[in-house]
């Protein structure tokens, strides 16, 4: 992965977790994205986008699992390995998911 830009469409993810790097932005594992619809978003009311595509759902939704499995660092200290597929890769997520709910084609479109 070292080297690599992957950008995940999905639900928005929790950059804070420690084995996502803890932040977003440059320097950062999760380096890029946006959030195409907020939270409240169902598929069939009116998205509200911003540029920080942290899932903040009690969930904590399907597009962190996906990173997770993408792009995880293991802690220090944690006891054991934990097999990933680019753990060097820079990430960037386009939330199109709410916290319930569907995405429209045209908000899915919009982060193609």
């Known amino acids: 992965g070292r080297g690599v830009k992957l950008a995940i469409i999905d639900s928005g993810v929790d950059y804070l977790h420690p084995s996502l790097g803890g932040g977003f ?3 950062y594992k999760i380096s890029f994205g946006y959030d195409f619809v907020g939270d409240d978003y169902t598929g069939f009311n009116d998205p509200v986008p911003g540029p920080d595509p942290l899932i903040t759902c009690a969930s904590g939704g399907h597009g962190t699992h996906v ?13 054991f390995g934990l097999i990933k597929i680019a753990p060097e ?9 709410g916290c319930e709910g569907d995405a429209s084609d045209d908000v899915i479109m919009s982060a193609m």
């Open 89 to 97: 890769a820079t990430i960037g997520m386009y939330r199109v998911f």
């Open 67 to 79: 990173t997770g499995i993408i792009g995880i660092s293991n802690p220090p200290n944690q006891g």
């Open 25 to 27: 932005g440059p320097g």
